[in-house]
């Protein structure tokens, strides 16, 4: 039990100390101002009690008041840092850290409402279900998160980033960065590859993301450019996975400019495709 009991914090004696010091100066004030309007003198009791009752009831009541407003603070900081936590946490992808899909999409609309433009991307990692199958979803995790971070470290903090489905992300790039945007895939792949190296401890697989970029215009929505930019990249990655033997393949990227978009597709090589098909 006495284990249980706690002394007053600094803050709590502090607070406690001045407001009983002002209380007693009050009550000496007004007892001494009424004491001279009527005429009466004071003995050597009177100022004694008139200066220790004071101290008597007003620093415990102070004592207790002021324990009580701080751990109702602390309580509402508590609840502050969980808050914080929460909304962390529902913004999130708790994978991989990136913004969630929802998050994204609020950012990116309220980012076009006031910039001048930009490229939207949208990425996933190719042959993610290859991965799964011949060494475990936690080799496939690593993917993931080695794309995640391949992302970050190459866009960098100006641009948005999110993860919005399993193994797929999107980032909004400003105009400043648009002209780079080939060599910007050509370093995620690297990035990527490196990154998945070092937590899978696969020294042979080079790990590949498949690219689609669309120009955005101020005022495009987050609901506009994805479907302008995934139908595309999706109908090639269809088609690929068509036409490809199932077994690991050796990756590699490659840029189509088409105008206004670019696609950047994690291309099957030749070894892996029907003869047929080999060009």
């Given at each position: 039990?006495?284990?249980?009991?706690?002394?007053?914090?600094?803050?709590?004696?502090?607070?406690?100390?001045?407001?009983t010091?002002?209380i007693?100066?009050i009550?000496?004030?007004?007892?001494?101002?009424i004491r001279?309007?009527?005429?009466?003198?004071?003995?050597?009791?009177?100022?004694?009690?008139?200066?220790?009752?004071p101290l008597?009831?007003?620093f415990?009541?102070a004592?207790?008041?002021?324990?009580?407003?701080?751990?109702?603070?602390?309580?509402?900081?508590?609840?502050?840092k969980?808050a914080?936590?929460?909304?962390?946490h529902?913004?999130?992808?708790?994978l991989?850290?990136?913004?969630?899909?929802?998050?994204?999409?609020?950012?990116?609309?309220?980012?076009?409402?006031?910039?001048?433009?930009?490229?939207?991307?949208i990425?996933?990692?190719?042959?993610?279900?290859?991965?799964?199958?011949?060494?475990?979803?936690?080799?496939?995790d690593?993917?993931i998160?080695?794309?995640?971070?391949?992302?970050?470290?190459?866009?960098?903090?100006?641009?948005?980033?999110?993860?919005i489905?399993?193994?797929?992300?999107?980032?909004?790039?400003?105009?400043?960065r648009?002209e780079?945007?080939?060599?910007l895939?050509?370093?995620?792949?690297?990035?990527?590859?490196?990154?998945?190296?070092?937590?899978?401890?696969?020294?042979?697989?080079?790990?590949?993301?498949?690219?689609?970029?669309?120009?955005?215009?101020?005022?495009t929505t987050?609901?506009?450019?994805?479907?302008?930019?995934?139908?595309?990249?999706?109908?090639?990655?269809?088609?690929?996975?068509a036409?490809?033997?199932?077994?690991?393949?050796?990756?590699?990227?490659?840029?189509?400019?088409?105008?206004?978009?670019e696609?950047?597709?994690?291309?099957?090589?030749?070894?892996?495709?029907?003869?047929s098909?080999i060009?």
């Open positions: 039990m006495a284990n249980d009991v706690k002394l007053p914090s600094q803050y709590v004696l502090k607070q406690a100390v001045i407001i010091l002002i007693a100066v009550s000496i004030s007004v007892s001494t101002g001279f309007l009527v005429g009466a003198k004071s003995d050597g009791i009177t100022i004694f009690v008139r200066i220790i009752l008597i009831i007003a415990p009541i004592i207790v008041l002021f324990a009580k407003i701080e751990k109702l603070d602390k309580a509402y900081r508590e609840l502050l969980q914080r936590e929460l909304q962390k529902a913004n999130t992808d708790p991989t850290g990136l913004l969630n899909r929802r998050s994204f999409e609020a950012q990116f609309d309220t980012a076009m409402a006031h910039r001048s433009g930009g490229k939207f991307i990425a996933d990692v190719d042959f993610l279900k290859t991965i799964n199958d011949q060494y475990g979803h936690l080799t496939g690593d993917a998160i080695s794309a995640a971070r391949a992302l970050e470290i190459i866009l960098g903090d100006e641009c948005l980033i999110a993860r489905g399993g193994d797929e992300f999107c980032a909004f790039v400003p105009r400043s648009v780079k945007i080939h060599q895939v050509k370093e995620i792949n690297e990035a990527a590859t490196s990154e998945f190296k070092s937590r899978s401890g696969l020294e042979n697989f080079p790990l590949s993301i498949s690219v689609g970029s669309q120009r955005c215009s101020p005022g987050f609901r506009e450019v994805i479907a302008q930019t995934d139908s595309e990249l999706y109908r090639k990655k269809r088609s690929r996975a036409n490809r033997t199932i077994h690991l393949p050796k990756l590699e990227a490659v840029v189509a400019d088409t105008g206004d978009e696609k950047l597709e994690g291309r099957t090589p030749p070894e892996t495709l029907p003869s098909l060009q």
